[in-house]
């Protein structure tokens, strides 16, 4: 019975495990492999005049990357790794690895990550890489059980639309059967469409697809998106839920990935509650004390004004009343003062991470809202009917998960954390 | 503060709550409503002579479905349901609906279901609708966990790809960029690729995407799927993972969604382990004693045959053993009898649910079998160069989360378990 290589103590007497060759050594009459899966590494020690003919001949026949099967006597051996090794009774190739490797998985050539990600296979072995990876499981599911702690219900909203969330062009056309259909940006017009069905509160963890052209660290064209919308809640209720959030997956993430953390050799600072709520107006004003390329009343940050006022402010934070004109036409205006929107982004020090607001949820105004971005009513009438027969007031955020554990583990590409990108460029594999 | 209608007792002196008008009755001197909110119902009673003018002017403008809040006394009351009652000092209209409803909500009238598809927000108000999908939530969110205690990584695969998994056609083709895409019909290659990498085990809940014409009652286009690979595992370790599975979801539902099992009529039988192994043989001898149209060896199970085995078996069960034939390139033949394979069906009585198998984890035989079925090792160049770096034994399955809620809630048609299906027809809302 296979065994996990952390759960092969000193004082373990005979164990068995399988995993990847990670090393192999050759000193004469000594030969030493560490063996590796998933839990850690083990040593093991081969002295040639002391096993059988088939377990030398299988050691000739060794490369690295191979999956073996080791079986044998456990000795603790202050030098090794974790102290002790095994010394092979058995010695069996499961899976021979070809040579030379198109990635070096000991990492001792650093590669590009075009190359990273053209063997993507081999690169997640790295136990670096793999951490990402196991800590983005840790966060999504962490999120799932905390949303579903709070009573959120849990939606599968449909990827295939026949009609653009934000009226955009940037949208991958599909050849549905007959008819031509759009892979969804967003499940913005859904989830509203569950308030107006009484659900109250839901979420979603589900991929969105955005055909946008610009190539940067930051952008993917196929992303997960984690979406929350709540009914009879205004913007600062649902901000505050996305602080509990985060505040718990980094808790979760802190707790059950030390492993992890010291791998990427990160300690995690649990960011503290409330998160400051910086105005629009006075994140503009921050940013253009430092920034060359100054931010205009209504313009969007740019990733340098981003960066400015993270510095700034040092913690997670909440850019609060934007300018109406810059928001989607779901966004609530204030009703005292209409130019300002109920809606905010959550910022990482160093970048935006979600985005929210107080959605509209009264009819007319919502159709007053699509006219004034020059949009056609006439093709969200799927989604306007849905405020005609009681819609509640409601709020919401979409938050993305790529960035959430690029910012969290301080990866300088998007593209690390995501398994398989894919962007203007890339698809495959 | 509103509060849940649930949360409002017999005990509660005043209460505010927010909700949609499932009922109004007017008899006079006394005006009654339903208000309804996801948690439960309320009476409010409206004695005319009482209440502020204002209140009296607001009921008179109230029509169904639209969304009220509600602020008075409670007054313990027996004949009504909850045994309490609200007479209200405040009455606001937050969202009138306009009448009339595209939809009876009351369900006094019961409308097709493609009626129902087109207003879904509308009939998912409906008590017994959302409780399909509350215990769908359910389901998602105790696989998550169940999956994540038993040290499975949710991973995140691509849905935009640039080849089929199975060769097949029924693939949707998208514009991506300037070159031509797929949207993914399985996330099997990626979840053994992650084999590749180490990994060991894996799971994923997300949409699959099949460009099939016919329209049933169970099949969709666009589906979810929960996907799991596990190393060092043969089928029937990953048989024992998914009966687990079956079992905690079942009993997590039974635990904490009695309200809506109740609503459902439903009264939920946890199946036990382990559930019967019959194989493909006995399983097509058995169908073929009642069934009119005889299944040949080598033949798929019909409905009417998965029904016949169904009802002869009576619990949930797995068909083993299938011909190498029948099954795709990736299973594993058996080693002393390789005309059969060591895949799996799981069955409920009324419908498959899950297929899966050890997987070939030997670069030739894979290569052997992808040229058996006619298809060419060149257009699986990506998923194959992950077989000769050292990739282990494997096995997995792929279950429908549509087909378990389906059949767990005896549901008739498959776009009952889903909020907006996506089929040959329908692309909206």
Known sequence: MRQPIQ??????????????????????????FVIRDRSGIIQVTIPKKKVTAEVLETVRNISRESVVRVRGQVKAIEKAPG???IVPEELEIISLAESPLPLDVAEKVPAELDTRLDSRFLDARKPRVRAI???????????????????????TTPKIVAAATE????????AYFEKEAFMNQSP?????????????????????????????????????????????????????????????????VAKTCSNELAELGIELAVPKKPFPRIPYIEAIEIANRTIEEKIAFGGDLSPAAERAV??????????????????????????????FCKAFDLMHPRMELASG?????????????????????ESFEFYLKTFRYGMPPHAGWGLGIERLVMTMLDLGNIREAVLFPRDRHRLTP
């Open 167 to 174: 009226g955009g062009t940037e949208l991958f056309p599909i």
């Open 310 to 339: 993270g510095d700034a402010v040092g913690t997670h934070y909440f850019i609060v009343d934007w300018p109406t004109d810059t928001r989607p036409y779901y966004a609530m205006p204030y009703p005292d003062r209409p130019e």
């Open 188 to 252: 913005q017009l859904y989830k509203q469409m569950m308030m107006a069905a009484g659900f109250e509160s839901v979420f979603e963890i589900g991929p969105i697809f955005r055909a946008e052209e610009h190539n940067t660290v930051r952008h993917l064209n196929e992303a997960t998106s984690l979406d929350v919308e709540v009914s009879f809640a205004d913007h600062n209720d649902v901000m505050e839920l996305l602080e509990d959030l985060i505040i718990h997956v980094y808790e979760t």
């Open 83 to 85: 102290g002790r090794e």
């Open 7 to 32: 759960a092969v103590t000193p004082k373990t007497e005979y164990a068995e495990v399988i995993g990847w060759v990670h090393e192999v050594r050759d000193l004469g009459g000594l030969a030493f």
């Open 133 to 155: 990876f196991f800590i983005r499981s840790a966060v999504t599911c962490a999120a799932t059980a905390f949303l579903a702690s709070r009573g959120c219900i849990n939606i």
């Open 357 to 377: 607001a107080q959605r509209i949820h009264d009819y007319n105004l919502l159709v007053e809202r699509i006219r004034a971005k020059g949009l056609s009513p």
